[in-house]
Each structure stands twice: as C-alpha cells, then as structure tokens.
C-alpha cells in the first residue's frame, strides 16, 4: 500500500486522495506512481496540499471556515479565586445564646431565600433530590464546604444506614413487606436489619410502642374553641408536640409512630393542617399534640399563635421541633424561635426526610443543624435523624418518646409520696 509519512505519525494514503495522486502522477489505480518533479517532497508541501482540497470559499461578509489543523486553542484559561468567607461576621457567642443570636442568625438566614418561587416543595418533588440543594443560597453553600464532619456522625449515618441508598435484591425465598407500617428496617428483625429491637427495656418499649394504635381525642382550631375562644381543651395527661415548618413532614411522622396509617392528614402542598389535633397511643402514658405548620400556609401564618400555645400550655413537656434535612434552619424557623425566647418546654430537634439527602451530604448539613442550634435556649443538644417513608431512625424516635415517658411517671410518683 503506497503512503506517505506525515506529521505526528499520521500517514495519508495516495490512493484516496485525490490531490496527492494528482501529485505524484497516479493515473490508474493499480499503476506505480511517476513523480513528475525529481526533487523530495517536504512535509510542508504535502500537508498544504491536503489544507488547499479543505479550504471553502466564502463570499464578501461570511466569515471563513477553517480547518481544524489551523484553529489555534489557548489553554492557559485564568482560573478565578474563589471567594473567601467573611469569618469575622459569622462568629457567634455560643457560650450565652439569647434573642440576639437568635436575631442575628434569622438575619443570616433571610439572605439568599425566596420562598415562594425559589424554594416551592412541589416543583422541587418533580425533580432529582440531589439537585434539591442547588437551590439553596451560596451562604449556605459556602459554609457546608467549610464544615469538617466528625466522625461519629458519619458512624451513625452508616449504622442507620440513612440518606439516599439503593436497596439490594433479596435472595430467593425473602419477600419485603409490600405495605409499609412505620418499622425501622434497621431494628425490626428481618434479613438485612441490625437487631430486632429488644436488647434493651426501652428498645422492648419502643416496639411495643409500634405496636399499638392513636386514636384523635380532641380538636380545635388554632383561635381555640368555638364557644370560648382563647381556650383549649383540658389535658388528661403530660403531653408533647410536634411541630415545625409548613410541609416539613410533620403529620407523616405522626403517622409512622405507630401502625395506625392515615390519622392525621398529610400531603404535598402547604398548610394542609390547620387546626390542633390531640391524639392518645393506646400504649404510651402521654397524649400527643399535632400543631400546624408555622411559615407559609395557605395565606396564614400561624407563629404567633403557635408561640402563644406553646409557652401557655402547662401540660406541655416536650417540644419535638422537625427541621428538613434538605435545608437546615430557614429563617422562618429562627423567627419563630425568637418568638418563644427562653420560655416554654425543652426543645428536641428532628430531622426529617433523610432519605432524600446522599449519606455525605446529609452529614455535613446534620454537622450544621448541630453547630445551630448550640445558639437555642432550652435545647436538647441531641439531633434525631429519621425517615417517615422508609422507617429509619423511626426506633431511636420511640425510644425517646418512651424515656420522656418513663420520666414523667417518675416525676408523678415522686410527687404523690
């Protein structure tokens, strides 16, 4: 086969080309090439040839076009820096929280957010929960690269396993439950759980919990009640309250705490519940209170009230405050908080929706959740991570619910002797 070397090891064949057989003299296909001129052929000259049979003529106006061995690309691109955060205005007292470091962080937080088109839950469902946190402010961003990770709550991610996970292919013979009823994958016995549950008492108390039922026992809008406004019904027993921010996930919680399904309303949109509901666990000693969401709803807007509620209510032990895992504290949530200052129950802090968050990810917002709420009077400094739709982490929230339980009835024992 006739050729000629060029370039770069690149070899071009005379025979189809018509140019370089033009060259040489090639007139038939199956002759020998004549070379019409005696003298060596450059490289030069060869690769001019093959560039003259590329070149297209243009008219007056259009802008040539240009073979790719001509285009001239620049590499050396100027890399920009990357902005620096400003630490000097981010530093906090967290030694003596107060409303002004409540203040401060609602102030932080405002910027960068639009809740009504940015942040909108139903146009974020339709799309990848990985690209959920691009809508976050660069704020944010800039701080969750920041943050280091310890590693215990990368051991705890992984032992619950939470975040977004692909669930493997049961072998031949295991089924999984078609119907979900609240059980926490990781404690409920079966093929790829850790344990069944029952190693410790409150473990035994935690599934005996999700065992049972809720029934509603009372309801009433959030003015009060209709005949006397401003006044709730009366309570029966200690009590505690979820509440949080308008579609965080708080009536899915409610649901997946035992296998009563579809008690309290939930769906997709905000503000779906309006009125304070008081449910009672057929085997818990404490009644639990549904509170809407604060934030946007529907047009109203609940803090207030909600506050008022909270920090008048005597009965009110504990205050299960949820945060979305996907966001963190918003500035609604510390605007609510400055609401009720340093009064009402202790606080417990909640993660939900877990399961829409990678494991690495979620680390680094639960490490920020964390760092936030060291700035919160009358805080339980424990963050529960869990997922209403999947069951993780659903046995560490029973197991709360029954220590705050056991705690009570102590406390009433002791004040009887």
């Known amino acids: 086969r006739i050729s000629v070397a060029m ?20 007139d038939k296909k199956n002759e020998a090439p004549t070379l019409r001129n005696p003298k060596p052929i450059s490289k030069a ?10 070149e297209v003529p243009t008219a007056t106006g259009v802008a040539p076009v240009y073979s790719p061995a001509a285009v001239v690309t620049d590499r050396s691109r100027r890399r920009r820096s990357k902005p620096k955060p400003n630490t000097e205005d981010s530093q906090v007292d967290w030694e003596n929280p107060g409303s002004n470091v409540l203040e401060q962080k609602r102030r932080e937080a405002e910027e960068g957010w639009d809740d009504e088109s940015m ?17 976050l402010p660069k704020a944010i961003h800039v701080r969750i690269k920041s943050i280091r990770t310890p590693q215990a709550v990368l051991d705890h991610i992984w032992y619950h396993q939470l975040g977004a996970r692909s669930l493997r292919k049961w072998p031949r013979g295991h089924h999984r439950p078609k119907h979900f009823s609240g059980s926490d994958p990781m404690h409920n016995g079966m093929l790829d759980s850790r ?54 996930g708080k009536s899915s919680l409610l649901n ?23 449910y009672k666990c057929s085997r818990l000693p404490m009644d639990i209170i549904d509170l809407p969401g604060y934030g946007a709803a529907n047009g109203s807007d609940f803090a207030a009230p909600l506050a008022r509620f909270v920090t008048g209510r005597k009965s009110l032990r504990v205050l299960y405050v949820l945060v979305d895992a996907r966001s963190g504290f918003k500035a609604s949530d510390w605007n609510w908080l400055s609401f009720l200052g340093d009064t ?10 877990c399961d829409l968050m990678p494991p690495a990810e979620l680390a680094k917002f639960c490490t920020m959740v964390l760092q936030d709420m060291k700035a919160i009077p009358r805080t339980n400094q424990r963050l529960i991570l869990v997922s209403a739709r999947r069951g993780h982490g659903m046995h560490e929230l029973r197991m709360d619910l029954c220590a ?14």
């Open 7 to 26: 370039g770069n090891g690149i070899r071009q064949d005379i025979r189809e080309n018509p140019a370089l057989r033009r060259k040489f003299g090639l």
């Open 45 to 54: 000259e060869i690769a001019g040839t093959l560039n003259s049979e590329r």
């Open 119 to 135: 942040w909108d839950d139903n146009v974020a469902g339709e799309m990848d929960p990985s690209a959920y946190v691009n809508f």
């Open 195 to 248: 344990d069944d549950g029952n190693d410790t008492e409150l473990g035994k108390m935690a599934n005996e919990l999700h065992k049972g039922f809720l029934r509603q026992r009372a309801y009433c809008p959030m003015v009060g009640l209709r005949e006397r406004p401003g006044e709730y019904p009366q309570a029966e027993r200690p009590e505690v309250a979820f509440i949080g921010r308008s579609n965080v």
């Open 256 to 278: 997946a705490i035992t296998r009563t399904q579809g008690l309290a309303q939930a769906a997709d949109e905000y503000g779906v519940t309006r009125s304070i509901g008081w």
């Open 344 to 353: 009402g129950p202790e606080r417990v802090f909640v993660m939900t929706k």
């Open 404 to 417: 705050r339980a056991t705690d009570f009835k102590q406390q009433v024992r002791a004040r009887t002797k």
